[in-house]
């Protein structure tokens, strides 16, 4: 995984209506990065529901929150639908895991990212990162605000 | 609020418990969720069982709803028999078929109408999540043995 101190490296990718959007555009807030392997599975599900649900405390510590990973910008606006999330969902689709790999998530084997979170600071410095053990497992919403408290 | 880590709370006296004995277990459920409805049945034979409140309004829009809906039954001291009513019938969940219910268990409307919708109710079942939260809760039902 990227290392802990270092610049984030910059990428553009489609969110999930086809809207260009960079880290860049981040710069000066805090955002968690958060890898997975794939919509519509039922962790990824779990994953990206429950952070929903603590969106407003991520806010109130300046943190916004964007999911990566393989699938396409048309299946990321499906499962933001059908999951009623407004998360900001990009598609590392093509070429594919670009993004994943140059952070260190990708997980070789199955061809999707690693689950693993990315915090990066206003400054683009990456803060804090967290890599599951399998990708069949996800941190509790607790993990983050773990490390947003040290 | 903080939501880093933290064990879950002790049983306190604003807490669901039904039944008596040592062997007691915390179960943060989801109301709309049917892995809960389909472990309820194991559940709620546990010598003692204390329900918290774990609604995923995302995954199950209606949990909201159903979570008042049992803190105003809970008010009117039906709340395990509202929860009961809930996960046997998943499929009846609109705002007419919690009147419903309510009349069925006995509950003054007006009131149950009152309190399902009050803010007060609404920071009751936050509390309970967040403590889940807090507790690295992923997904429902979590269960937790205590002694």
């Known amino acids: ?150 | 609020m903080d939501l880093s880590s933290a064990p879950i709370p002790l049983v306190g006296p604003d807490d669901h418990v039904r039944g008596t004995g040592d062997a007691t277990v915390v179960v943060y459920a989801d109301l709309g969720c049917p892995h809960c409805a389909g472990a309820w049945a194991e559940l709620r034979e546990r010598p003692r069982l204390v329900f918290r409140h774990f609604p995923v309004a995302s995954k199950h829009p209606r949990s909201p709803a159903l979570h008042a809906a049992a803190e105003a039954a809970g008010a009117q001291g039906r709340f395990f028999e509202m929860v009961d009513s809930l996960y046997a019938d998943r499929g009846r969940i609109d705002d007419p078929h919690l009147w419903e219910r309510a009349e069925l268990l006995g509950l003054d409307l007006e009131r149950f109408e009152a309190e399902r919708r009050a803010e007060a109710t609404r920071m009751r079942v936050r509390r309970d999540f967040e403590s889940g939260i807090r507790a690295g809760v992923t997904g429902t039902p979590a269960v937790f043995p205590i002694s």
């Open chain 1, 1 to 150: 995984m990227i290392a802990v101190g270092e610049k984030a490296p910059n990428f553009t990718l489609r969110d999930q209506d086809g809207e260009d959007v960079s880290l860049a555009d981040y710069s000066g807030r805090k955002v968690l990065l958060v890898f997975y392997p794939m919509d519509f599975s039922s962790v990824c599900s779990e994953q990206l529901s429950i952070y929903h649900e603590v969106k407003p405390e991520l806010a109130d510590k300046g943190v916004e929150v964007v999911g990566i990973s393989v699938d396409q910008i048309h299946a990321h606006k499906a499962f933001q639908e059908k999951l009623g999330i407004d998360t900001t969902l990009l598609a590392d689709f093509e070429p594919k895991g670009e993004v994943a790999k140059a952070y260190g998530s990708w997980f070789e084997p199955a061809g999707f990212a690693n689950r693993t979170l990315v915090l990066i600071d206003e400054d683009g410095t990456v803060a804090w990162t967290y890599e599951s053990p399998t990708p069949g497992e996800f941190p509790g919403a607790n993990v983050i605000f773990d490390a947003l408290a040290s």
